[in-house]
């Protein structure tokens, strides 16, 4: 994959705080849910927090395939691939904020403070933003007053990754 390509994912992702992740619940049926990004590694790796208790880590046990989206004005970005649950304590800490004390009074090392981590596997995103957005208006013009369809593939700020299968490590 192209390193620049991959390069302007994490830096869209940076951007977020929050995404919707959407697992699939216990009968089947897709369930999304916002989210607080907790930290973010390379190629679109995502750390959510939550509690033991919370449905959603059933469903990822029982299909650790998911997607997680993110949407802000002009920018979007599409994530599939797997979620798994970490126990590591020293990760726990190092995605811990003070802010987090609200959801969890006692702490990272809660027994009822839980990391999922996501290994995305195909990336997707659109930025319509500054420069980009005029290009975009520009092409769309183009397009209506030609009669014709428009397409993003000309366009700077979309692009399609697959990103690489990767074992607990980059």
Do not use: C
């Amino acid at each position: 994959m192209n390193d620049s390509k991959r390069q302007k994912l994490d830096h869209l992702i940076a951007n977020f705080d929050t995404a919707m992740l959407v697992t699939f619940s216990l009968d089947g049926a897709p369930r999304a849910r916002p989210m607080a990004i907790a930290g973010s590694g390379k190629q679109g790796e995502l750390y959510f927090t939550t509690r033991s208790e919370d449905e959603k880590l059933q469903e990822i046990l029982q299909s650790p395939n998911v997607a997680v989206t993110m949407q802000a004005p002009g920018q979007y970005i599409s994530l599939s691939g797997e979620a798994r649950i970490e126990t590591d304590l020293l990760l726990a800490e190092s995605l811990w904020s003070p802010a987090m004390r609200i959801w969890f009074p006692e702490g990272f090392r809660s027994d009822s403070f839980t990391v999922i981590h996501f290994d995305p596997r195909y990336a997707e995103y659109w930025d319509r933003t500054g420069v980009r957005k005029i290009e975009y208006l520009w092409e769309a013009g183009k397009a209506i007053a030609g009669g014709r369809k428009g397409d993003d593939a000309g366009l700077s700020g979309h692009d399609k990754l697959r990103l690489s299968k990767r074992r607990g490590k980059d």
